[in-house]
Structure formats: C-alpha cells, structure tokens
C-alpha cells in the first residue's frame, strides 16, 4: 500500500470520496461515472424565508403552475450511468439559466463512496403570467398595450401570448406560441399570426438547433409573411412612407463532429428566398422615395466555430443575478448566391460574417468585442455592404460601482432605401427624440458609472443607478436629402430596478437626460422609462 492509499484509508469516508473525486484519475483509471440524479424546484418566491412568507407571495406561489420535472430532466445533457464531464455539468448550468421561465438554476456533483458521482440539479422558477398593462415613455414615442402572457404554460415552458399595442407608427395585435419541444426533445414549433392597422402578417419556424456543443445534427424550416407601410423619419417626425411586402423562406441543415477539446465546428447549408416589393404610400402628403424591389433565392453555406470558455459574473450588466458570459473566440460565416435561374430577379453573392470574443484583464476588468458584416455582389459592384464592430469595456471599482464603456458603430455602402440605420433614444443617445438623425454610417460612445445596491424591497426588485454621457454621430443625407445633424451629445442619471421575479422586463430604466445641443426643436430635459434586458 503506498502512502496516499495509507493516508486516506484513516480518513472518513465522506472526505476519502471527495479527496478521490479532486484527485486526477490514472491513464488506466475508468472515468467516474454518473449515479443518481436529484432535481429540486422552487416556487417563484421561498416561504421558508422570512421576507417571502407573505400572503401575497404565498398566493402567487399558488398561481404559478411551477416548471414540471420532466421539461428540467430533458433540458440535462447528460444521464445516469455516464460518463462523468464537469463541462457539462457547466454547460447544462448554462442552458437552464437561459430559459426564460427559470431565473436562476445551479448544478452540483456529489462524489459517492463506490467512485459514482451524483448530481443535484436545483431551479428557481420565475414569475411567467403577464397579464395587463405594460408600455415604455421616451425618446418622444409612447408606447402601450394590454398583453395576456404566459411563459410557462402548465410547467411545460411552452409560451403563448395575445397582445394589442399601440405604437408610434402602427397599432398591433399579436398572437404568438413557441414550444422548443413541441414535437420531441429539441424539436420546437413557433407560430405567429400579426393584425395591425396598416398591414398583417404571419410566421412559422419548426426544427432543431444546435442546442449544445456536443449536438451532432440540426435542421430548420421557416416561413414568414407581413405587409405594411414603413416610414422615413427626419429630427424625430414621420417625412414620407411606403407601402412593403415581405416574404422570407429558408430551409437549413446542420452538421458537426461535437466537442473537440473545448473547440466546436458546425457546418450548415440551406436554400433562402427573400423578396421585398414596395408601392408608394396611400397618403399623398407622405408620398416620397420608394425603394427597389429585391427577389433573391439562392443557396448557401455556412460555418461556425467556438470555444467552450466562460465566466460567471455578477453585477456587471444585471444586479445580483448570475451572468452567464462567453470569453472563447465565436465566429459564424454564411455565402450565398442568388439567381435569376431559380426565380429571383437578379445574380448575386452574399455574405454575413459575425465573430466576438471577451478578454479578461486582471480579477476586476473585461473587455469583450463584437464584429459583423453582411451585404451582396452585384455584377462585381457591394450593395447594401455594412461593416460594423462594438467594444464593451467593464471595470469594477469595488463590490458596488462599475465603470462600463461602449464604442460601436457601422459603415455603410450602396445601403438599400429600406436598411439605413437611424440614431436617437431608442439607439442609446438618451437625450434625443427616436429616429433623430440618419444615413449611411454611424457611430456611439457611452460612458457610465454604475451603482448597486443591497436594496431589495419586497424582494421583488433590486435597485441600482447609474450616472452617464451619451455621444454620437451618423454620415450622410437622410433618405429625402435632408442635412445631417451631426455630432449629438447629452448627460444624464438613471435609476435602475433589476426585476429578480419576473421572466419578462429583467431591468426597468428610468432616466433623466439633457441633451448638450441648443437645438430649440429639443427638450431640456428628456424623461425615458422603458423595460430592457440589461442595465
């Protein structure tokens, strides 16, 4: 017997087990495998905390049909009996963060005596029924509705919604499900049906993603039909519009070996149509330029490739919550071609490249960066050609301040009439009405000084704020030829309320911002409240 057998023959067993599970496995070693499976769910709110234990949260728990264990069983990629992996235990972590009727969810080993390990998987549901009012102020736009939701229909986290809202260019009624496993595990079905007031439409996707870095095989099919009328802004008002209609299919298969080391390649191939046919506007006071038709069908390849590297945060773009943030280099490229022999109206090549990658530097900072690029060729001529990059630096002052900055902008050649890029509040440049400037090219630096606090009343919402300078740019005419406004600025503070229960708003804004401009057409003081998915 050599010394290490000696040493833990003397200990207790529990911790012998657990010094055997850290301790790196021989060549001639099996690998562990995996023993039984515990899965724990929780109510949306926990009676047994004192704060919790309240008739109204008592009686929300009794609303709430909490998530079903099968829909957490088939979301685990692994099973008992297998091969133990701590990476997938990691990635399934991951996976169950990211759905939307789970606000948090954690995956444990626990060696056993006879080598096994078993793992306990424990949830923590949301808050999924959404039935009211909701609405967003700022940017001079109001939006409201009344929407009837439910994310989590019967614990199988299916999601069905019926909304009717009312915004500045349209009113809209929705009807919207998505099962990702309506048919089998990974087999998903979503479907929508679009009523408004100046057009309809109607969606439906069904396949399977690649819904894990060990997913051999995916596929898609997806159909998508709307009218419309879309219109030219100019300093925040409607100028011009046009009537649109659009139809969109595509069909995909996927490809790959899975996970080689901590890198994935995926391979994909499909046949797109895409058609956008315009008319002038029916309102001759709003009549103005109509873009050019486009029928495109054609198709292409892609690929992809990522590595599995990750960290998990907390208070950088949410309050108190566990942030789930990739650091491995992604990219994804696609190249079709499109011609006049499969039904479109023209030849062309097109591209879409898309890459990010995040850097920690030191304990406390992150930087993260973000490419793309899309467009056609067209009889040896780029059209509708964009380049575009973000960087996001966090650096973290002490447990409860965070400096965050963001530098991202996009240039554009030959841009297509119905894809020029506006800039206003609804674009980050909070002191501007929507849609205040356009053109061809844009640019955006936001500095802020993040604040979060151990405030939590009710439990239900965590408080942060924030102190923040908004500047940008775009290049080029507008759409009727109308002058650039150019360099646009303006500073403000915002409290922030991180929304811990609830599977829908997760960070309520409230912002006051003053534009640094003297245009008069300006308020002083622009008021912005709206619900977003980050701080």
Sequence with gaps: MGPTQFRLKHLPAALAAALAFCAPARADEPAARIGEITIIRHDVFDTRIE?????????????????????????????????????????????LRAQGYLREAEVRAVPR???????????????TLNPGVQGNLGGGNSEYGIELEEGNVFGTGARFSLAQRSRR?????????????????????????????????????????????????????SVDRQTAEEPFYARGEKVAEYRQRNRDVE???????????????????????QQRQFAPSTDPALAGPVPEDRHLVGPWAGVE??????????????????????????????????????????????WEVEASRGYPMGERDLLRLDAHSAGRLEQGHARDATLGARARFYRQIDDRQ??????EGERGHQLDLDGRPTMGSDTGLRGYPDRWANGHSWARLG??????????????????????????????????????????????????????RSAFARMIHVDLAVPLDDDPALDKVSVVIEARREF
Excluded: C
């Excluded at 080598?115 to 549901?125: K, L, Q, S």
């Design 51 to 95: 704060g919790e234990n309240k008739r109204a949260y008592r009686f929300a728990n009794r609303l709430h049909r909490r998530t079903r264990e099968p829909v957490v069983e088939r979301l685990l990629l692994f099973a008992p009996g297998e091969p133990y992996q701590p990476a997938l235990l990691d990635e399934t972590a991951r996976l």
């Design 113 to 127: 005596d006879d080598g096994r390990v078993d793992v306990v998987v424990e949830t923590w549901d949301a808050w």
């Design 169 to 221: 260019d349209r009113d809209e009624t929705r009807l919207t499900w998505r099962n990702e496993h309506q048919f089998g595990r990974w087999v998903g079905l979503e479907a929508q049906l679009r009523d408004s007031s100046d057009g309809s439409g109607w969606a439906l996707a069904v396949g399977q993603p690649f819904y894990a870095l060990g997913t051999r095989r995916a596929w898609g099919l």
């Design 251 to 273: 069909v995909w298969w996927g490809a790959s070996a899975g996970l080689d080391g901590n890198r994935v390649r995926r391979w994909r191939f499909g046949l797109r149509e």
């Design 305 to 350: 490739w990522q590595q599995d590297d990750w960290a998990v945060l907390r208070n950088r773009d949410q309050i108190g919550v566990t942030e789930d943030v990739r650091l491995g280099l992604r990219w994804s490229a696609r190249l079709g071609w499109a011609g006049e022999s499969l039904g479109g109206d023209r030849d062309a090549t097109w």
């Design 402 to 407: 965070l400096f965050y900055a963001v530098l």
């Design 447 to 500: 500095l802020e000084r993040r604040y979060f606090t151990d405030w939590y009343p009710g439990r239900l919402f965590r408080v942060g704020g924030a102190v923040f300078l908004d500047v940008g740019r775009t290049w080029g005419r507008d759409a009727l030829g109308g002058d650039n406004p150019g360099l646009m600025a303006d500073i403000g503070v915002g409290l922030r309320l991180g929304n811990t």
